[in-house]
């Protein structure tokens, strides 16, 4: 594996989770919730009346923000090499996981830590370790890209 500079932009990074942080924090002093992305969806499939509208408005937020973008920039081209069943597998088993963990990284890895909660911080580790194990037993012990 070589390291591309000239993709290299930590600012940009440092940017992107500056604003990341800002936003999970409006978001639960102006909400009182945690912006886990998978419950805020999980709720939508089985809605409660209250519920409802702030939920589709985060979801359309989501949808909206890459559109948004291009309009002052050309957004990254991304190249995905790996089929479709596996990427429907993915999806499922991060599915199943983010049930199983009470949370993604999202719920987790960006407003658990934040607040230094131990139970996030194991699910974050869990979560990785996870993804690492992943990616090596499909790449490296299956040979599948």
């Given at each position: ?47 409660r009346a209250s519920d409802v509208r702030w939920r589709l408005a985060f979801v ?86």
């Amino acid at each position: 594996m070589t390291l591309n500079l000239d993709a290299f932009t930590p600012f940009a990074a440092l940017s992107g989770g500056a604003l990341i942080g800002l936003a999970a924090a409006i978001f639960v002093l102006f909400n009182g919730r945690i912006a886990g992305v998978s419950g805020i969806v999980g709720g939508l499939l089985r809605p409660r009346a209250s519920d409802v509208r702030w939920r589709l408005a985060f979801v359309a937020g989501l949808v909206a923000a890459p559109l948004a973008y291009q309009g002052f920039a050309a957004l990254p081209v991304s190249q995905i090499d790996s089929s479709e069943a596996c990427l429907v597998a993915a999806g499922l088993l991060v599915g199943i996981g983010t049930r199983y963990g009470s949370g993604c990284t999202s719920g987790h890895g960006v407003c658990g830590l934040s607040r230094f909660s131990t139970r996030s911080l194991v699910a974050t580790l869990f979560f990785m370790l996870a993804g690492f194990a992943t990616v090596y037993v499909i790449r490296h012990v299956a040979g599948i890209v």
